[in-house]
């Protein structure tokens, strides 16, 4: 069975630093992985995926992450923060290739400090 | 176009109450999830479908929870004599085709609370 832990519920970081999000996955079947951010009251927005072709992949507003097979990780980088970087962020792993149901990370909050 | 849109953005309702949550995805989308995001449980699987059908259900959490899909479009989810527990934010989402690679598309939610 398919399962995504997210190691740290909430990161802080001062505005400009690294930032820097958890994920270790299990699965087994190569995995298709995702990440989405979630601002207050709205629903989840894709960051970047990963579907086997190269492992760094970039995604939007300055994310990248690295599928790491030794490691069973997919981290979540972003070189400098910036204060609209603040929200929650999910790592999530297909649970079924077939349907692509979603397996979610329990999420990790970021704060940005000024 | 427009995106996932769900109705209404909040509801409030006495235990024992049935409650139906809708779910527009976006047009063309064959494939519809329904998710469940609560404070102890995280976001969670519910069911898909593909078109006007449901291959998996398996995360529905008892028979008091079902949902359909008609015209390959809109989708229910109705939820019969709730309890407190059922409070949650139920987040609904669509792709093109479904399958692993597809990215999902995700509405805003419907916040239920359960008095």
């Known amino acids: 069975a398919q399962s995504v832990t997210q190691l740290g519920s909430h990161v802080s970081v001062s505005e400009g630093a690294l930032v820097l999000l958890r994920c270790n996955y299990s699965?087994?079947?190569?995995?298709?992985l995702f990440w989405y951010v979630q601002y207050p009251n709205q629903g989840l927005q894709l960051l970047l995926k990963y579907t086997s072709a190269a492992t760094l992949v970039k995604g939007i507003n300055g994310f990248e992450a690295e599928f790491k097979k030794s490691e069973t990780s997919f981290h979540l980088t972003k070189p400098s923060a910036h204060m609209s970087d603040a929200a929650e962020y999910f790592c999530a792993v297909t649970g079924s290739s077939n349907t692509g149901k979603l397996i979610f990370g329990q999420g990790t909050t970021l704060q940005v400090k000024p | 176009g427009a995106g996932v849109s769900q109705s209404p953005s909040n509801k409030v309702t006495e235990k024992g109450k049935d409650v139906e949550l809708r779910c527009d995805p976006i047009?063309?989308?064959?494939?519809l999830y329904w998710y469940r995001q609560s404070l102890g449980q995280g976001l969670e699987f519910l069911i898909y479908?593909?078109?006007?059908?449901?291959?998996?259900k398996s995360g529905l959490p008892s028979d008091r929870f079902s949902a359909e899909r008609t015209g390959g479009s809109v989708s229910t989810l109705t939820i019969q004599r709730t309890q407190q527990e059922d409070s949650a934010v139920y987040l609904c989402?669509?792709?093109?085709?479904?399958?692993?690679?597809?990215?999902?598309?995700f509405g805003p939610g419907t916040r239920l609370l359960v008095l």
């Open positions: 989402a669509s792709s093109f085709a479904g399958g692993g690679v597809e990215t999902q598309y």
């Open positions: 479908f593909q078109g006007n059908s449901a291959p998996d």
């Open positions: 699965s087994s079947v190569p995995p298709y």
């Open positions: 047009s063309g989308h064959t494939a």
